[in-house]
């Protein structure tokens, strides 16, 4: 069983900066990409961040320059730093990760979700 789980979202004023963080355990043998995905209330599920196995970065452009993407491969983490928040940022924040289980299968999980209120 793999699990994706998420934290750090948290209601913040415009202009302020948060972490999350999405932590991946479970019988993994190894992951390639992750990312952070948003959706925000009425609109559809978009890309924010990605991140693969070698450290290559992709970002929506309405966040380049303001959200960070990382990871640390021996925890199996991947985080999202996001500063210069802005209200249209607002949105369930969703980690996903590409990863090879121990039994060799190739997935892609999800975690729950953790929501991000940026107030004007």
């Known amino acids: 069983q793999v699990q994706l789980v998420e934290s750090g979202g948290s209601l913040v004023q415009a202009g302020g900066s948060l972490r999350l963080s999405c932590a991946a355990s479970?019988?993994?043998?190894?992951?390639?990409?992750m990312g952070w995905f948003r959706q925000a209330p009425g609109k559809q599920r978009e890309l924010v961040a990605t991140i693969t196995s070698a450290g290559s970065t992709n970002y929506t452009d309405s966040v380049k320059g303001r959200f960070t993407i990382s990871r640390d491969n021996a925890q199996n983490t991947v985080y999202l730093q996001m500063n210069t928040l802005k209200p249209e940022d607002t949105a369930v924040y969703y980690c996903n990760a590409l990863l090879v289980r121990a039994d060799w299968n190739v997935a892609v999980y999800w975690g729950q979700g953790t929501q991000v209120t940026v107030s004007s």
């Open positions: 479970g019988k993994i043998f190894k992951i390639n990409a």
